[in-house]
Antibody, heavy 117, light 110 residues
Framework: EVQLVESGGDLVQPGGSLRLSCAASGYTFNTYWMSWVRQAPGEGLEWVAN????????YYVDSVKGRFTISRDNAKNSLYLQMNRLRAEDTAVYYC??????????WGQGALVTVSS | QSVLTQPPSVSAAPGQRVTISCSGS????????VTWYQQLPGTAPKVLIY???KRPSGIPDRFSGSKAGTSVTLGITGLQTGDEADYYCGTWDTSLNVYVFGTGTKVTVL
């Protein structure tokens, strides 16, 4: 059974940093693209970033470019999102998701990131 | 601001049919297959339709998808109270080089 479990969500001050982790199990981690998707309170889904199987390709939504970094450790079956210079508008539930074909078939339960003073 | 436009809400009585439109452009829907997601309150999204019109195993045939040009449509027949959820379309956008989700549609069963 495919499982994705996020951790690292927290309350952080504006301008601060946070690293989210996603532990994957139940499949061969290094054969799939992985992504982060976020959802602000009461809002819709927003794709944040993705990374290819060996970490050599990464793409980001414009609003996080230069502030967020996606990475993975295939030996640990883990995905990460390093978030720097956080803003109030980054407040959201962050989901780790596995890409299959043109969609996201597997999602974690989400990690809440709150940016507030 | 999403590049895929959906109606904010649709509603109908139990047993009735609703359709949800998702309008995009030549760089996203016009070029790539679309996935529809259902998000029940407080849960992560789930794939409802993939490749525009295919249903994963376990998804009832009350749910259907279609595509025409730069728009896709999700149909739900025999509406049930358990269908109350938010629905999103999603696909890759070649021009933006990002995955884009629709603005989302809340389905209410009257």
């Amino acid at each position: 059974e495919v499982q994705l479990v996020e951790s690292g969500g927290d309350l952080v001050q504006p301008g601060g940093s946070l690293r989210l982790s996603c532990a994957a199990s139940g499949y061969t981690f290094n054969t799939y693209w992985m992504s982060w998707v976020r959802q602000a309170p009461g809002e819709g889904l927003e794709w944040v970033a993705n990374i290819n199987q060996d970490g050599s390709e990464k793409y980001y939504v414009d609003s996080v470019k230069g502030r967020f970094t996606i990475s993975r450790d295939n030996a640990k079956n883990s995905l990460y999102l390093q978030m720097n210079r956080l803003r109030a508008e980054d407040t959201a539930v962050y989901y780790c998701a596995r890409a299959t074909g043109g969609g996201y078939w597997y999602w974690g339960q989400g990690a809440l990131v709150t940016v507030s003073s | 601001q999403s590049v895929l436009t959906q109606p904010p809400s649709v509603s109908a009585a139990p047993g009735q049919r609703v359709t949800i439109s998702c309008s995009g452009s030549s760089s996203n829907i016009g070029k790539h297959d679309v996935t529809w997601y259902q998000q029940l309150p407080g849960t992560a999204p789930k794939v409802l339709i993939y490749d525009n019109n295919k249903r994963p195993s376990g998804i009832p045939d009350r749910f259907s998808g279609s595509k025409a040009g730069t728009s896709v449509t999700l149909g739900i027949t025999g509406l049930q109270t358990g269908d109350e959820a938010d629905y999103y379309c999603g696909t890759w956008d070649t021009s933006l080089n990002v995955y884009v989700f629709g603005t989302g549609t809340k389905v209410t069963v009257l």
